[in-house]
């Protein structure tokens, strides 16, 4: 049978499916859990006190929520303000759940190094899932970049979770996925990883499950355009702002998904199931959007 290109790359991708789905019998569903997702806090904003004031109100909310963990996907401070960073350490300590940060492009990679963590590229595994932790922001651009060394660890570190028979999800603040009007934007271009990127995520298809970002201060915004992967943006702590992007979902002016809320809050993820349900928690609000997506058994 004649094959042209077009359709042996889908064949080659059904075929490296069938091949992990041999790893991934039904009976081995991943257990259902929940964990937090803050991002944006961007303490200093303004040289005000109200971004500290909203984070340490979202701390006490995390505390008496579900959650096995906290993601905290970048722009810790604003502006690279130094005399944040102790602060946030501080504040940070009274969370009585883990959390795992990555930098943004407002966090210079030796002030999150010293304060932070070092190494900033490392991964954690939890029930189930290996999520990895990259670093994919300049402080000089709002666009994202993954380096050649940034791709092959990640290259490693999945074919390691393949054999551990884990499913994967990245946590990086800048959005892979190109984003242009009416969202904003910033993304990683295809010359600077993006087309390596989603050549991993089709190697690994049937265990990339989900990717994290910040960045854009919409609320809960996202796409499923690349296989069953969802690339979702996570509201800031701090604030959002207004894209009508709900309108231009719906005048098919753009693809994807948006939740209909843009107070500052964070999101409460429920992944396992086959499932991942997205709650946004606006800041001393009962009231909350809600997003889920499925992946086939
Ligand atoms: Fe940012």
């Excluded at 569903?29 to 803050?38: C, Q, Y």
């Excluded at 990245?170 to 600077?192: A, F, M, Q, S, T």
Aim: aromatic share 10%.
């Amino acid at each position: 049978m004649h094959l042209d290109r077009r359709s042996f790359i889908a064949a080659s991708a059904v075929g490296l499916s069938a091949v992990e789905t041999r790893w991934l019998p039904a009976a081995e569903a991943l257990p259902e859990f929940s964990f937090v997702i803050v991002s944006d806090t961007h303490l200093g904003r303004q040289d005000s006190q109200t971004p500290e004031r909203q984070w340490r109100q979202a701390i006490a909310e995390i505390n008496s929520a579900p959650g096995d963990f906290v993601l905290h996907l970048g722009d810790v401070v604003d502006g690279g303000r130094e005399a944040q960073y102790p602060r946030y350490a501080e504040s940070r300590r009274e969370l009585t759940k883990p959390i795992h940060e990555i930098p943004g492009n407002h966090d210079p990679v030796p002030l999150f190094e010293k304060h932070i963590r070092t190494p900033i590229d490392t991964t954690f595994d939890h029930r189930g899932i290996r999520f990895l932790l990259l670093n994919n922001s300049h402080n000089d651009s709002h666009l994202g970049f993954i380096k050649p060394e940034q791709l092959a660890w990640m290259d490693r570190q999945c074919a390691d979770a393949a054999r551990q028979d884990l499913r994967l999800a990245l946590v990086c603040h800048v959005p892979i996925h190109k984003n242009l009007n009416p969202d904003r934007g910033w993304y990683v271009k295809p010359e600077d990883g993006q087309t390596a990127f989603y050549e991993l995520v089709e190697r690994y298809a049937a265990r990339f499950l989900v990717c994290f970002h910040g960045h854009f201060h919409n609320g809960i915004r996202g796409w499923r355009d690349h296989g069953s992967l969802v690339e979702v943006l996570c509201p800031s702590v701090c604030y959002n702002q207004d894209r009508r992007l709900a309108a231009a979902i719906q005048e098919k002016r753009t693809t994807g998904f948006f939740v209909e809320e843009l107070r500052p809050g964070y999101v409460l993820a429920t992944l396992g199931k086959g499932r991942l349900t997205l709650r946004y928690k606006p800041l001393g609000a009962d009231r909350n959007g809600e997003y889920s997506a499925e992946w086939p058994a």
